[in-house]
């Protein structure tokens, strides 16, 4: 069965600090994986995605095939930050038919303090 | 620009009444649209999604049904709501297949759904 596993509800860190937001996933084929963010007061919007291998707002997250993980990194946190993310998962077939089908972890909820 | 609009924000109902939740999308035609519901402590849970008018597949039974009446409207609804219909649900939408149907989901802003 296709699951995403986000073992951390909450993450508090300093600013400064670096963060590791873990996002594991199960999918026997081939998946793509996508990072979501809900900052406060705003809609649930896309972070970035494997496929595209770029830093959005310092953040990167590297698939790792082997131990079926998504782990988004930021080497220095920001307070503004602060926010609710998602790890989501797409499989081949679940891109049949043209829609876009997700599955989405549990979240993490990631507070940065002064 | 695409904007999607979702209402009402907040909703308190009791047990056994109907539910009628929309979303519209502007700015865009012939997307897909999807119903997400988020319940507490778990991930968000693709309810519905429609890649046209009348055209709507479920993902989980349930006590809930969606309808699509016109291109960029999608309805959620209930006849009788369950205790356990409470949660958050989103409505988002993507292209339709054939022009960058492959875009991310861009979602609502969601509606709190409290069954009493």
């Known amino acids: 069965a296709q699951r995403v596993t986000q073992p951390e509800k909450l993450l508090s860190v300093f600013k400064g600090a670096p963060v590791e937001l873990k996002c594991n996933y199960s999918?026997?084929?081939?998946?793509?994986l996508f990072w979501y963010v809900q900052y406060s007061r705003q809609r649930l919007q896309l972070l970035l995605r494997?496929?595209s291998r770029e830093s959005i707002k310092g953040f990167t997250a590297d698939l790792n095939k082997g131990e079926t993980s998504f782990h988004l990194k930021k080497p220095f946190a920001q307070e503004e930050d602060s926010a609710m993310y998602y790890c989501?998962?797409?499989?081949?077939?679940?891109?049949?038919?043209?829609?876009?089908?997700?599955?989405f972890g549990a979240g993490t909820r990631l507070a940065v303090h002064p | 620009s695409q904007t999607i609009h979702q209402w009402p924000a907040t909703l308190v109902q009791p047990v056994g009444s109907p539910l009628s939740l929309e979303c519209t999308v502007e700015?865009?035609?012939?997307?897909?649209l999807y119903w997400y519901r988020q319940a507490a402590g778990r991930g968000l849970q693709l309810l519905f999604y429609?890649?046209?008018?009348?055209?709507i597949s479920s993902e989980v039974p349930q006590n809930l049904s969606a309808s699509r009446p016109q291109d960029r409207q999608f309805i959620l609804s209930s006849k009788k709501l369950l205790l356990s219909d409470s949660g958050f649900y989103l409505c988002?939408?993507?292209?339709?297949?054939?022009?960058?149907?492959?875009?991310?989901?861009?979602f609502g802003n969601g509606t709190r759904l409290t069954v009493t």
């Open positions: 988002a939408w993507s292209p339709g297949t054939g022009r960058h149907s492959d875009s991310p989901l861009h």
């Open positions: 999918y026997s084929g081939s998946p793509e």
């Open positions: 494997h496929i």
């Open positions: 989501a998962l797409r499989g081949a077939f679940m891109f049949s038919g043209g829609y876009n089908k997700l599955i």
């Open positions: 700015g865009t035609s012939n997307p897909n």
């Open positions: 429609s890649v046209g008018i009348g055209q």
